[in-house]
């Protein structure tokens, strides 16, 4: 059984193949894993799984290539749900288990296997997503691409917390945990944002996406590497061992934690000095007056606000007493531009709102009185000066002598009037004598 599963430590005294070690156990240790529970065998069950999701191949690489141009899509629309999509897929999260198992038990031929897999996948990765954004015509900062540009100590909890408890899905086999995993810690949007930087000429959205990954991949793998060594991977491992890997996975990850607490702080700072603008912006406003947009950037050690007031009445030096007022708080350098938009008040709005339901109606008017002597002047039986037009009263008064007309003319405009009366039923369309036409053309507008 030991010789089919690559990576697994020696079981029941049978040397492992596929590992870096041939790791034995004497019959004092396989009595001790009996009285457990003799897991042995699922421990090394376990491991074949990892090492075969460790593996490169065709498959692997289809599925890096899939997600990755799912989440550069999505990055570039700001959809979250498309890029959660691609999370779900995660082809990468089996080479880092693999690091992390590899480094619990020692086994250098897992160890380097996953490496690799996991270089070439991330290669790959940052490959097809620069394609994909350089052949976009939207290469727009989206809010989904900004928030994989500072990362922070909350992702690196967030990436332990997610580590530990895929290596549990792992070996409890709750493939629905996994999912979670993979949402929580992503791989693929960071290096989608790597791709995006290096583009568009943006190296700190670079280095930040690159952070972001860095970070999950190491929190992944060292938790699979503590909760591997926790349940008895790797038992011939010597106490020298257990130091140099505790030691080794904290010097990283604290290491790791010096740009992830500036980022943090920065973040702070920016969180802090957004609520004490908006403090006093609402002491500075009048009543009534309300902030639309606000916007708090932290640029080095200065501060600069961008925004847009409501106001009734403007405000002026608005912008300098509030950067006063900021400097003397924060002791800061401020810059401020607050744009002042004048609010529409009831009144207003209802004038407006009559005025253009007024318009509509002239509007409408117009076009019916177009209409209606189109379908009157049709082939020529009433001549164009003998409709008579008010399209305030709606009326319409046809100059007509039926006499001259003869009876089959004077029917045939009868018909024509009667069907531009049934297409327009709300105006009033009639007959008028030719002798009536210096009074009618008096009040009628044309």
């Given at each position: 059984m030991s010789g089919d599963h690559p990576g697994v430590p020696g079981i029941e005294g049978t040397p492992f193949s596929a590992g870096g070690r041939r790791a034995t156990r004497d019959e004092s240790e396989d009595d001790k894993n009996a009285a457990a529970g003799g897991d042995a065998h699922g421990r090394s069950l376990i491991l074949a799984s990892v090492a075969r999701d460790a593996r490169l191949d065709t498959k692997f690489l289809l599925l890096v290539v899939m997600a990755t141009a799912?989440?550069?899509?999505?990055?570039?629309?700001?959809?979250?749900?498309?890029?959660?999509?691609?999370?779900?897929?995660?082809?990468?999260?089996g080479p880092i288990m693999g690091i992390g198992f590899g480094l619990a038990t020692i086994e250098s031929n897992l160890i380097k296997r996953s490496l690799v897999t996991l270089a070439a996948g991330t290669l790959v990765a940052i490959v097809v997503a620069a394609l994909i954004i350089w052949l976009s015509p939207i290469q727009d900062v989206t809010p989904e691409i900004r928030a994989?540009?500072?990362?922070?100590?909350?992702?690196?909890?967030?990436?332990?917390?997610?580590?530990?408890?895929?290596?549990?899905?792992?070996?409890?086999?709750?493939?629905?945990?996994?999912?979670?995993?993979?949402?929580?810690?992503?791989?693929?949007?960071?290096?989608?944002?790597?791709?995006?930087?290096?583009?568009?000429?943006?190296?700190?959205?670079?280095?930040?996406?690159?952070?972001?990954?860095?970070?999950?991949?190491?929190?992944?793998?060292?938790?699979?590497?503590?909760?591997?060594?926790?349940?008895?991977?790797?038992?011939?491992?010597?106490?020298?061992?257990?130091?140099?890997?505790?030691?080794?996975?904290?010097?990283?990850l604290g290491i790791l934690s010096i740009p992830l607490a500036i980022s943090f702080n920065n973040i702070v700072r920016e969180i802090r000095a957004r609520t004490a603008v908006q403090s006093e912006l609402d002491r500075l406003l009048a009543r009534g007056d309300r902030v639309d947009s606000l916007t708090v950037r932290m640029e080095g050690d200065a501060i600069t606000v961008d925004g847009v007031v409501l106001v009734d009445r403007f405000a002026s030096g608005l912008n300098d007493t509030l950067a006063a007022r900021m400097r003397a708080r924060l002791d800061r350098d401020v810059s401020i531009n607050l744009a002042q938009l004048r609010k529409q008040s009831n009144a207003a709005a209802q004038v407006e709102e009559q005025l253009s339901s007024r318009i509509a109606t002239l509007e409408t008017r117009d076009a019916?009185?177009?209409?209606?002597?189109?379908?009157?002047?049709?082939?020529?039986?009433?001549?164009?000066?003998?409709?008579?037009?008010?399209?305030?009263?709606?009326?319409?008064?046809?100059?007509?002598?039926?006499?001259?007309?003869?009876?089959?003319?004077?029917?045939a405009v009868d018909r024509v009037m009667a069907s531009a009366q049934a297409a327009h039923p709300q105006w009033l369309i009639q007959n008028g004598a030719l002798s009536d036409a210096a009074p009618e053309e008096a009040a009628a507008t044309p």
């Open positions: 799912i989440a550069t899509l999505g990055l570039l629309q700001g959809s979250a749900p498309v890029v959660i999509g691609a999370m779900l897929v995660s082809p990468l999260l994989r540009t500072q990362p922070t100590l909350i992702d690196l909890g967030v990436a332990v917390v997610g580590g530990i408890a895929g290596v549990y899905a792992i070996m409890r086999k709750f493939s629905g945990v996994m999912v979670g995993v993979a949402i929580a810690t992503a791989l693929l949007p960071p290096l989608s944002t790597v791709a995006f930087g290096i583009v568009t000429g943006r190296p700190d959205f670079a280095i930040g996406g690159g952070l972001l990954f860095l970070t999950n991949t190491l929190a992944i793998a060292f938790s699979a590497t503590i909760v591997a060594r926790l349940n008895k991977f790797g038992p011939s491992l010597t106490p020298q061992h257990t130091v140099m890997q505790v030691v080794g996975i904290v010097a990283t019916d009185s177009g209409a209606i002597l189109a379908a009157l002047t049709v082939g020529g039986l009433v001549p164009r000066e003998r409709v008579l037009i008010d399209a305030q009263a709606r009326r319409v008064v046809v100059q007509r002598d039926r006499e001259a007309e003869g009876e089959r003319v004077a029917a």
